[in-house]
C-alpha cells in the first residue's frame, strides 16, 4: 500500500515562510519512478496545481502564483519530496498536498497516489 505523508504545515505571518515534507513509502514504491507534485486547495475552491519536478530530476514546473517564491525538491534516495515556500501572502492559505504521478502535467487527474495533506494558514 501506498503512503504518502505530508508534514510542515502550520501557522505563519505574511512574509514568512514554510517548508513542506512529504514522506513516500509502501512495498517497492519508490519516488524514482514518479513525477511528483505539490497542490493545494483552498476553503470552497477546487483543488490546483502548484509545482511539480519530474523524475529525472531536472524538469520541474511551477503555478504562476508561486512561481519565484516556492521551490519543489525531491530526494529519490529518501523518498522524499519537499516544497520550500517564501514570501507567503494571505493567499498561499490551503491544504497542500502531496501527490505522484506519471505525468509531469498541471491536472490532479494526472496524479495517481496522494496524501492527506497539511494545512498552511498565512495571516496577515
Known amino acids: 500500500q501506498v503512503q504518502l505523508v505530508e508534514s510542515g504545515g502550520g501557522l505563519v505571518q505574511a512574509g514568512g515562510s514554510l517548508r513542506l515534507s512529504c514522506a513516500a513509502s509502501?512495498?517497492?514504491?519508490?519516488?524514482?519512478?514518479?513525477?511528483m507534485a505539490w497542490f493545494r486547495q483552498a476553503p470552497g475552491k477546487e483543488r490546483e496545481f502548484v509545482a511539480t519536478r519530474h523524475w529525472d530530476d531536472y524538469r520541474t514546473y511551477y503555478a504562476d502564483s508561486v512561481k519565484g517564491r516556492f521551490t519543489i525538491a525531491r530526494d529519490n534516495a529518501k523518498n522524499a519530496v519537499w516544497l520550500q515556500m517564501n514570501s507567503l501572502t494571505p493567499e498561499d492559505t490551503a491544504v497542500y498536498y502531496c501527490?505522484?504521478?506519471?505525468?509531469?502535467?498541471?491536472?490532479?487527474?494526472?496524479?495517481?497516489?496522494w496524501g492527506q495533506g497539511t494545512q498552511v494558514t498565512v495571516s496577515s
Open positions: 501527490a505522484a504521478g506519471n505525468l509531469a502535467t498541471r491536472s490532479a487527474n494526472d496524479y495517481n497516489y
Open positions: 509502501g512495498r517497492a514504491f519508490s519516488i524514482s519512478r514518479y513525477v
